[in-house]
């Protein structure tokens, strides 16, 4: 049994807890909010039977093993270091951190405690992104990866009004690229690896974060495009083409749908079947590697999420996205 504490009780912590819920081997013991009432509250609902205010002393508690983070970005490498140092693993929402320099210190500190350190990006672990890696030898030379992930923002409606939450604040190191565009991002990175070079565009908010933007990564023999938005929907199913033909993929942040298009006008359907809660399949290998006694992820291995990192910070460069943690 792995009892697990989180940090932060909002909708994606709940999301978190329903999909772990399924495996056997998890339990929920321990939460840590700012507001004691909140944690209380969230606490009952869910089962666990500790909670805490003081971040130190929530490190500090012998009742959990591994944490969950889900705080905003501009917290995570200081909580998931400060657990660390006190010998629990971490699970770390997407994005990890705030920039390259914060995922190396997250990185030396699971080395130095022994502990597991995982990037939360779900999509990766998913069965519809596993078919995709199966069957990309069937495209032949692949010459563009293209994948779009825009999704209007409910808290846009409140910044045009005036109030600037979380999502569009740099103090929290957020906006559009740290927020969905990383989707787009690291599977990219899990497929292809580290790109030569990249150009980034995106319009800039008032508020000093990107309300939309898009990419284009340059490899050896083939290019990467990416575009991404809190302010505007899209439709647009993403895409990777090779020379013997395409592989469509309804939604790269969580496909549930994944075919190829040959030259010669066949189609052939890969779609595998998932559980409708997809983080699960995240909780399930953070879960089995903590078991296996490995210190990181086969697959969000933390190179792969310093790549990202390095990647999302040079497009920020380019686009001026300044955050506090950057100073």
């Not at 929402?93 to 130095?112: D, F, G, W, Y």
Request: charged content about 25%; proline content about 3%.
């Amino acid at each position: 049994m792995v009892r697990f504490g989180v940090i932060g009780t909002n909708w994606i912590t709940e999301s978190f807890l329903d999909g772990a819920r399924q495996l056997e081997d998890f339990l929920v013991t321990t939460v840590y909010s700012r507001s004691e009432e909140k944690a209380k509250e969230f606490a009952e609902k869910h089962g666990a039977t500790h909670t805490y205010t003081d971040l130190d002393e929530f490190a500090e508690s012998k009742e959990f093993d591994a944490v969950y983070i889900a705080s905003p970005n501009s917290f995570h490498a200081e909580q998931a270091i400060l657990c660390m140092n006190h010998g629990k693993h971490v699970i770390i929402e997407k994005s990890i951190a705030s920039n390259a320099k914060e995922v190396e210190r997250i990185m030396e500190a699971s080395k130095n405690n022994g502990v597991v350190a995982m990037e939360a990006l779900k999509t990766t672990f998913l069965p519809n992104f596993q078919t995709i890696q199966e069957n990309l030898h069937k495209l032949g030379p692949i010459r563009r990866y293209f994948a779009s992930y825009c999704q209007y923002s409910s808290r846009y409606d409140a910044y045009k009004e005036g109030t600037i939450l979380n999502a569009f604040n740099p103090k929290f190191s957020n906006g559009s690229l740290m927020d969905i565009g990383v989707y787009c991002t690291y599977p990219m990175v899990a497929l292809f690896g580290k790109p030569k070079k990249l150009l980034a565009s995106s319009l800039l908010l008032e508020s000093g974060v990107d309300g939309q933007g898009s990419i284009m990564f340059e490899y050896e023999a083939m290019s990467g495009v990416i575009m991404y938005s809190k302010i505007s929907n899209s439709y647009v199913p993403s895409e990777i083409q090779g020379e013997k033909g395409s592989m469509l993929i309804d939604n790269f942040n969580s496909p549930t749908h994944v075919e190829i298009r040959y030259k010669d006008g066949t189609v052939e359907d890969i779609t595998r079947e998932q559980v409708d809660n997809t983080m699960y399949y995240e909780a399930k290998a953070f879960l089995e590697t903590i078991q296996s006694g490995k210190k990181e992820s086969d697959v969000n291995t933390l190179e792969r999420s310093l790549i990202t990192s390095q990647l999302l910070e040079e497009a920020r460069k380019q686009t001026g996205v300044v955050f506090p943690a950057d100073q």
